[in-house]
């Protein structure tokens, strides 16, 4: 595979090609990194990708990677929803610049681990472009996980630099990304979970709650929906559960 530093606009990404593809219309992926992480953490899951003939977009979200500005892991925190935001508008940026350079067969799917998973249920909300879904370890229930985070953070003793009126607004914005509370905007289209039963970052039980609400919606297709449970497995993703979600999504792009 070939892997290029590119900057688009002023997101800087890996870009991927399988080898004799530089040029030229191809399956795509866009796949996006976890909090506190990077681009370049999520390669293993581009090689495997690019093995299989599809091209893999990995773009540093704001204020990780190459767009660091140096902030503690307390503030960088206290950002994670204005991240998770930016980053699915900055997925329509990349999705119209992928046609624009003529590299992209068809539509691209989206996937990522963890915040980049959460970033992955909420486009579904807003990119009707989406072909299809690998959320390792991400949560689309944007409202009650932001609750939870507040809440923690206030427990360990934080004063939240927000009042009242601006919490309340916060999470009515989050609400138009919650995709638990908008499932029809799943629109069938193809989705793979991963999550560990034991994961304390990203609990497990409302993934599990939403992949069962689903099954109902997708019973004429079943096919489309698949959920990979690891009953021991944390918060970190198993090289099984990658190698799943590799296959599952290309052949979902190559259908």
Partial sequence: MKVTDELWGNIPILHITPDGHDEGPLPTVIFLHGHTSAKEHNL???WQWAQQGVRVILPDALLHGERDQSLDEVEISLRFWEIVLTSIEELGFIHAELHKRQLIAGEPAVGGTSMGGITTLGALTAHPWIKAAAVMMGSGNYVELAKAQMRQYESRGFD??????????????????????????????????????????????????????????????????SLMKETEAAHAVSRKGMLAATSWVTARLTE
Wanted: glycine share 6%.
């Fill in 44 to 46: 293993h899951y581009a």
């Fill in 160 to 225: 939240l630099p927000l009042t009242d009126k601006e919490r309340e607004g916060m999470l009515q914005a989050l609400s138009r990304f919650d995709i638990s509370l908008n499932r029809q905007a799943f629109g069938g289209r193809p989705v793979f979970f991963w999550h560990g039963v034991k994961d304390p970052t990203v609990p497990f039980e409302p993934t599990n709650r939403l992949f069962h609400a689903l099954q109902q919606d997708y019973a004429a297709y079943p096919e489309r929906l």
